[in-house]
């Protein structure tokens, strides 16, 4: 077939970009670069023409382009033959990546608002009713670790309820957090120093990660919480007020009791009892 024959069988550049979506000046820098050649080059007046069936080999560089690869790698890559497979499998990690930095980024605006809402009711708290009061101790099966902000604690949880139920042990109470000190600022967001518990009746054998252990009772300053977690440090706040005008002091690490947190519930109907422990001064 001479080049006159092959012309009929192509488009032109402009056409090509069109259906291809991506410009003119796009396709004529890959042609410099010798990673995407036209099929025909006219050799009468210099146009350049490409087939239909080189758009996949045009996808193919997009695609590891998306992928965050320069052209200079993108060229070895393809020169070497890159299966579809392998593509699928980077493509499926760097959406995981991609869903990640979303979700961080969704909770950065959350958190951002509630920063705002805090300011905007300064001098405005709410009231919250505080109650000195007994608790029993408690067994649980626990799991400390410093987990991000975003979706750590949940996953603290599921870690737990997965263990429980390979020993067929079912929760008997509402599941509860103790909050430590420590956090952590890093790249991706902050971390907390958190321990999720959740109450059992009979005690399964510790692994690594799970905790079989008893928590203390005794005399706590409570008060209850409804709404968006990211909000409870009103009551923390109202807490820590009451303890200090009464003569109180915290003994061991604040709790939070989810009486309402169930999954897809709205965050706005969450119910939270706030405890924290105390001893005269």
Same mark, same amino acid.
């Given at each position: ?26 396709? @004529? ?40 690869? =320069? ?12 299966? #579809? ?13 991609? +869903? ?5 980024? +969704?909770?950065?605006?959350? $958190? ?18 505080? *109650?000195?009061?007994? *608790?029993?101790? #408690?067994?649980?099966?626990?799991? @400390? ?12 949880? $599921? ?22 000190? $420590? =956090? *952590? ?15 059992? =009746? ?16 005794? #005399? ?7 709404? +968006?977690? #990211? ?6 706040? =109202?807490?820590? $007020? ?6 109180? @002091? ?5 709790? +939070? ?16 009892? *706030? ?7």
């Amino acid at each position: 077939m001479n080049e006159r024959q092959k012309l009929q069988n192509v488009l032109k550049i402009g056409e090509f970009a069109q259906v291809s979506q991506v410009s003119i000046a796009t396709l @004529r820098h890959y042609e410099k670069l010798g990673l995407f050649k036209p099929a025909v080059l006219d050799p009468d007046t210099g146009y350049r023409y490409y087939a239909l069936d080189q758009m996949s080999y045009l996808n193919r560089i997009l695609v590891l382009k998306e992928l965050g690869f =320069s052209l200079e790698q993108i060229a070895y890559l393809i020169k070497e033959g890159i299966s #579809l497979e392998r593509m699928r499998g980077m493509f499926q990690l760097r959406q995981a990546q991609i +869903q990640q930095m979303i979700e961080t980024e +969704q909770a950065r605006l959350t $958190r951002i608002a509630a920063h705002l809402y805090h300011i905007e009711q300064e001098g405005k708290m709410p009231t919250y009713e505080i *109650v000195p009061k007994n *608790v029993d101790q #408690l067994f649980v099966a626990s799991l @400390r670790a410093t987990v991000p902000v975003v979706g750590g604690i949940d996953h603290s949880f $599921r870690k737990i309820e997965a263990y429980l139920r390979s020993h067929t042990i079912f929760p008997a109470s509402p599941s509860l957090l103790l909050l430590y000190s $420590r =956090s *952590v600022e890093r790249e991706e967001g902050l971390y907390i120093d958190v321990e999720a518990a959740i109450p059992i =009746s009979n005690s399964p054998p510790d692994n690594e990660q799970i905790t079989v252990r008893t928590l203390a009772g005794g #005399l706590m300053a409570s008060t209850i919480h409804t709404g +968006q977690d #990211l909000f409870l440090g009103m009551a923390h706040a =109202s807490l820590y $007020r009451w303890i200090n005008d009464n003569g109180y @002091r915290i003994v061991a690490p604040p709790r +939070q009791i989810r009486l309402r947190h169930e999954e897809g519930l709205d965050p706005a109907e969450y119910i939270t009892e *706030v405890q924290f422990p105390i001893a005269g001064k």
